[in-house]
């Protein structure tokens, strides 16, 4: 059964800093771009950050690109999200998602997906 588990979310102020994981089990994630997607309430899914397959190219979202880096480690079948900078407008659940693509932002073309992590930014 594959799976996708992220963890790392949580409550911080604006400013700073938060580090999001996601763990695969059933399936090789060497085979596999990864992306991180975000949606807040009333929202649609957002593309965060694509990572290659062997962690070589990587792409971040206009709201996010300086301040979010996208990581993975397929030795440990895992990936992560870096997330500084924060402001209160990040505040949404976070997922990981796992695609065939060789890249792609779109949601659709995404096949495998983790339960989401809610992510709140707040004084």
Do not use: H
């Not at 397959?53 to 397929?74: H, L, P, Q």
Request: proline share 3%; charged share 15%; glycine share 12%.
């Amino acid at each position: 059964q594959v799976s996708l588990v992220e963890s790392g979310g949580g409550l911080a102020q604006p400013g700073g800093s938060l580090r999001l994981s996601c763990a695969a089990s059933g399936l090789d994630l060497s085979n596999y771009a990864m992306g991180w997607f975000r949606q807040a309430p009333g929202k649609e899914r957002e593309f965060v950050a694509f990572i290659s397959k062997n962690g070589g190219a990587t792409w971040e979202g206009d709201s996010v690109r300086g301040r979010f880096t996208i990581s993975r480690d397929n030795a440990k079948n895992a990936g992560s999200l870096q997330m500084s900078s924060l402001k209160p407008e990040d505040t949404a659940v976070y997922y990981c998602a796992a695609s065939s693509s060789v890249f792609t932002t779109s949601p659709d073309n995404y096949q495998f997906w983790g339960q989401g992590t809610q992510v709140t930014v707040s004084s």
